[in-house]
């Protein structure tokens, strides 16, 4: 099976937040999501990522001089459906966020 795009992106951008909790919905078999987050640098960073109420895992972490993190988060296999995607930082932070899902991707080591 080839890998896929699920369902169109989701963009999403919040200022002043601790935490930002939104719907996205995966279908297909053999899913994998995707969540990036860039975060303004202000001492608060993302601490976690869940997707109906499991843990992402963070494969990639960027503090840049221009003031902003980046995350990368990914889930094998999520729930399909609709269910909420929840960001959580340490503090107040703006926080733009993009989620991506696939289909037809290997559940086992599905990341390089």
Known sequence: MAIARDTK????VTGGVSSDTFSYTCSGSDR????FC?????????????YAGVAMTRIAQ??????FTKDVYVLANPA???NNVV???SGSVA???AVMS???????NPTP
């Open 9 to 12: 992106s989701s963009v999403r």
């Open 32 to 35: 994998f999501l995707v969540v």
């Open 38 to 50: 860039l975060s303004n640098n202000s001492g608060n960073p993302i601490t976690g990522v869940t």
């Open 62 to 67: 960027i503090t840049a001089v221009d003031s």
């Open 80 to 82: 399909s459906g609709a």
């Open 87 to 89: 960001i959580t930082a």
């Open 95 to 97: 926080i733009v966020s």
């Open 102 to 108: 696939y289909t037809g991707v290997r559940q086992t």
